[in-house]
């Protein structure tokens, strides 16, 4: 856990594979490919592909493919998905309405 | 805001153990559960529980359900539904949209009961809909009563996969197979020779090549894999089904441990991202707990004493009890928790190739392979024993912490010796009253009470059977092998239902005498 | 999909009164506060939405309100977890396209 990621690390060119366009993140629609490339784009940390692919950050919330993600950045990167910090945790856990997220009791 | 001493969050097997116990200590409590209906997962729990009676074993998860919440309401614990909590603090503020508003809530002492999301592999077609989690699966036809589909495929042979799988046979769906990336099925052997009795195939290393549909599952193709989960070419088997079901494992939902600034690791023992707790459940932020799966995936039953341990910690660390008291009630805790925590399955075993048993028996490899345990792998385990007249014999071949078998007998004649894995056996000197106690009691179904020989060139097999329409007397069939093919004819001597063998029915059939050892379950002829 | 009339363990299931709504303008029976989504797979409704950027179908898939899959649009209101809002007479439900409710085919409508 917390391990820095050695950003001087080689980890060579985007290869294509022949699965790249699976599917990884139902609600925002992102590829294994699209996840791959990000990652060759200099996207290491899961916050990073998140806010650069918007996986996980569609309704679900990442509940479906966190995990997903996590496996392919990790072997993209040639560590073990244990040592990839996850991304941050914060409220709302679950999708709320603006509107509803805003009305405070009183 | 209000203020508590404890609050919850979930209302399943754990956080209700918790505030059962914190209750009972005199604190004032509330469960928050996000869903409309408490009991976390335990109302999909159809089949029988495993353990000792301190575990409930043998109950099924919906009746300890119903038992939980009626103790938590008696205590009058406050359970809260349709509240979702969405954030959690460190200094135990806890933010919960109830209706179209957010609640804020502080707790003396929170305890995380969150239990866990299912995971879920990618494949071809793993959009489509008719592609579903085996909880989805659960909860349509436990909650809802509706078939997921008519013709099924499951991927994952652990015991999620397994007991699902025989939930949906019940549910009058077919299963076309059980396929499973690992090269040994991942579930009790017990639970995969019930599905296997019945004819459903089983295919380790193999995995989905794709899932065939244009709007909506139509077939699935499997292949075989190699050790390296390479696919091996020319090994494809194609399926007509409606319906794709995944058990490939959970991950604990400790997102709220995180956010509340609890040190968390990724521990693959422990099923992924998981809070560092004591062995009683409290993390890095003094005052704030984690029970049940949020803390590392293992069963219900442990779950519940994990969240009873987690509602005494809280009680002493507001007070309400001495140091003393609580140690003394973690310790009656952490034997029950120690002896579930036993056997073949044991999260320390995880991952771990177990050839032979506590006994020094070596494990069917066919069982492992295929579901069931061969014929001529039987006779080796110690509940597979011969003598004249009715008499048990328990094909129960893996150690699990299990021990009903032995109090049901009302004449003792099955013992599982001086430790709750060890494999059953029938005391020499035994005198069977074909009772059926036994029978029933098996939360494995792996019990079955033979007459090998009536003297007139047939045996009579009295097996556990929980499905519709039931058979009745004189129904003649099909005596089925423990693979689930056709080996003789059969003719129904008795179907016998009484309340204390709640739900399981035990249907005696006659075979040929050579199939007493090898007829495990009937099929009704069809006409 | 079929309901289950009778379970070998959990018996008859208790169901609320039999009511109507419409899915994409037809009229169908369900049984009031079961999910909606139970009540479009007991009419054989498998197809609950179209993806936004591919267009593709999808359907129940976690059955627990966690996933999203299952949205709908429901009296208006989009992105509505039909596995978890019980159904109540007279519900306006209609497959979603993107974060809209589908176009009707033509002749459609109640």
Same mark, same amino acid.
């Given at each position: 856990?917390n &391990?820095v +990621?050695? !950003?001087?690390?080689?980890? #060579?060119?985007f290869?294509? =594979? ?5 599917l ?10 699209e996840?791959?490339k ?6 290491w940390?899961? &916050?990073e +592909?998140r !806010?650069?692919?918007?996986? #996980?950050m569609?309704?679900? =919330?990442?509940?479906?493919?966190s ?6 950045v ?5 560590v ?6 996850p ?7 679950r ?12 | 805001m ?8 979930g209302a399943?097997p ?14 004032k409590?509330?469960?928050f559960d ?9 109302f999909?729990?159809?089949h029988k ?5 301190e575990?409930?074993a043998?109950?099924r998860g919906?009746k300890?359900?119903?038992?939980l ?5 008696a205590l009058?614990?406050?359970?809260i539904?349709n ?6 603090y460190s200094?135990?503020?806890v933010?919960?949209k ?12 929170v ?6 999301s299912?995971n879920?592999v990618?494949?071809?077609?793993w ?5 579903i ?5 659960q ?14 495929l499951m991927?994952?042979?652990?015991n999620?996969?397994?007991?699902v ?9 077919e ?6 990336a ?5 579930g009790y ?9 019945c004819?459903?195939?089983?295919y380790l ?5 794709a ?6 599952v139509t077939g ?5 894999i190699d050790e ?8 494809e088997k ?18 709220l441990?995180?956010m ?10 422990r099923g ?7 062995e009683?459940?409290?993390t ?8 049940g799966?949020?803390s ?6 442990s ?10 910690c ?9 140091k003393?008291?609580r ?8 034997k ?5 925590r ?6 320390k075993?995880r991952?771990k ?16 392979e ?20 009715v008499?048990?014999v ?8 299990c021990n ?6 009302p004449k003792?004649?099955?013992?599982t ?5 060890y494999?059953?056996?029938v005391k ?37 059977y ?21 080996v003789?004819e059969?003719t ?12 399981t029915n ?6 040929p ?8 379950f ?6 | 999909m079929?309901?289950i ?9 208790e169901k609320g009164?039999?009511v ?11 049984f009031e ?5 139970i009540?479009?797979k007991?009419?054989?409704v498998m ?15 976690c ?21 978890v ?10 497959t ?6 589908a176009?009707?085919k ?5």
């Open positions: 856990m &391990t +990621i050695d !950003r001087s690390k080689d980890i #060579g060119e290869i294509p =594979q022949p699965d790249d366009d699976m990884i993140c139902r609600c925002e629609e992102i590829t294994k490919g996840i791959r990000a990652v060759h784009d200099g996207m940390t899961l &916050t +592909i !806010r650069y692919l918007r996986t #996980g569609g309704l679900c =919330q990442g509940q479906t493919c995990r997903l993600v996590k496996g392919i990790a072997r993209e990167l040639g073990s998905p244990a040592e990839l910090e991304a941050t945790s914060r409220s709302p856990m999708p709320v309405e603006m509107k509803v997220f805003g009305k405070e009791e009183a | 209000k203020r508590y001493e404890v609050i919850i969050v399943g754990s956080g209700l153990s918790a505030a059962i116990e914190a209750a009972k200590k005199g604190l409590v509330v469960v996000e869903n409309e209906k408490p009991g976390g997962q335990l999909k729990q159809i529980f495993f353990g000792s009676k575990h409930h043998k109950i919906f300890i359900g119903e038992e919440l009626q103790e938590a309401d009058g614990v406050e359970v539904l509240a979702t909590v969405v954030g959690l200094d135990k503020e933010n919960v109830i209706g179209d508003q957010i609640h804020h809530y502080k707790g003396d002492t305890i995380i009961a969150t239990g866990a299912e879920m990618t494949f071809p077609g959009t489509l809909p008719g592609v989690g085996a909880g989805a699966a909860t349509m036809m436990n909650l809802h009563g509706i078939q997921p589909g008519k013709k099924i991927l994952g042979s652990g999620v996969g397994l007991v799988s025989f939930q949906l046979l019940q549910a009058g769906c299963v076309v197979a059980i396929v499973d690992l090269p040994r099925v991942g052997g017990v639970h995969a020779s019930k599905v296997a009795r004819g459903v195939p089983f290393s193999h995995t989905i090549k899932v065939e549909g244009k709007d909506k699935v193709v499997i292949h075989q390296r989960f390479m696919p091996i070419a020319g090994t194609h399926f007509d089904v409606d319906t794709v079901c995944m058990a490939v494992g959970l991950s604990p939902m400790s997102q441990l995180k509340a600034g609890c040190e968390m690791e990724d521990n693959p023992k992924g991202q998981v809070p560092i707790v004591n009683y459940g409290e890095s932020v003094s005052g704030i707990y984690a029970a799966d949020v590392g995936i293992e069963e219900a039953s779950a519940m004493i994990e969240g009873k341990m987690a509602g005494v809280v009680a002493e660390y507001l007070g309400y009890i001495e003393e008291e140690d003394a009630e973690l310790k009656i805790f952490e029950d928790l120690d002896s579930l036993q056997g073949m399955f044991a999260p075993n991952g190739k177990i050839e032979k048993t506590d006994e020094g028996i070596d494990i069917s490899t066919n069982l492992l295929k579901g069931y345990v061969a014929d001529d792998e039987i006779e080796r385990f110690p509940g597979v024993t011969h003598k004249a007249g008499h048990p328990i094909e129960c071949t893996q150690n699990i912490p009903p078998c032995q109090d049901a007998c003792k004649c099955i013992s010796g001086d430790n709750i894995t494999l059953p056996f020499e000197d035994a005198e069977c009253i074909n009772c059926g106690m036994c029978v029933a009691s098996c939360s494995g179904q792996a019990i079955f009470l033979v007459d090998e020989d009536c003297g007139d060139g047939t045996a009579t097999v009295t097996l556990p929980e499905f519709l329409p039931l058979p009745q007397e004189g129904d003649k069939g099909y005596g089925l092998s423990r693979k689930g093919e056709k003789c059969a129904v001597v008795s179907v016998k239902s009484v309340k204390a063998f709640d739900h035990l249907l005696t059939m006659r075979v005498k050579e199939y007493a050892m090898k007829a495990r009937f099929k009704k002829a069809e006409v | 079929e309901r009339a009778e379970h070998p363990i959990l018996g008859a299931k009164r039999e109507e709504f419409t899915f994409d303008g037809q009229r169908l029976k369900g506060d079961e999910p909606i989504a009540a479009l007991a009419n054989g197809i609950h939405r179209y993806t936004k950027k591919e267009h593709k179908p999808r359907g129940i898939f059955a627990i309100g966690r996933c999203t899959d299952c949205v709908m649009v429901v009296d208006g209101k989009p992105n509505v977890r039909t596995c809002t019980p159904l109540k007479e007279g519900m306006d439900i209609r979603q396209d993107g974060v809209e409710a176009e009707m033509e002749g459609e409508g109640a």
